[in-house]
């Protein structure tokens, strides 16, 4: 009886504890990387930043930092939003508010190390009221050496200066 017992309370410790470990071993670490925007001088409002994790397809998989915290305007930032704004899930990568002409603003995203080196890639989106959208201010390979470089925009970022944190 004592045996029976012992294996009932046992038993699903066990299966729980393996589980437990197995789950924890394939879990993916994020790594924080700090992240440098310098703004263009430029006329007029701030811009709304969108960091977006680009898979090796091309599309969009995951957001990890939002600079414009008025999501009344997200639309405008036009090929995210269609990734976006289909699910409307909670953000939690808003790091601040809109980035004016000749500013600059360090943040820290969090990226997935299985993403780094195998074809993923950082998109910088801006949009600024009344002016242009480029989905393509910065963008570039998700690789070790870039996650330690400068690159320059083509939009309303200067350059855009990612290092570990």
Not at 129 to 136: A, G, I, L, M, P
Not at 150 to 161: L, M, N, P
């Amino acid at each position: 009886m004592k045996r029976i017992i012992v294996q009932c309370f046992l038993a699903p410790l066990l299966i729980f504890g393996i589980m437990g470990f197995a789950s924890y071993q394939t879990s993916v670490e994020k790594l924080p990387y700090k992240c440098m925007i310098q703004m263009k001088n430029y006329e007029g409002h701030g811009a709304y930043i969108v960091v977006s994790l680009i898979d090796p397809d091309g599309q969009y998989e995951e957001t990890l930092s939002v600079q414009g915290d008025d999501d009344e305007w997200y639309f405008d930032i036009t090929e995210w939003w269609k990734f976006y704004g289909k699910r409307r899930p909670d953000i939690d990568a808003i790091v601040g508010e809109t980035i004016a002409g000749g500013e600059r603003t360090v943040s820290v995203i969090h990226i997935g190390n299985d993403k780094v080196d195998k074809g993923y890639r950082l998109r910088f989106e801006t949009a600024v009221e009344d002016q242009e959208y480029y989905v393509k201010d910065v963008e570039f390979d998700l690789t070790t050496n870039n996650l330690q470089s400068k690159v320059e925009g083509s939009g309303f970022i200067r350059y855009v200066r990612m290092m570990p944190k």
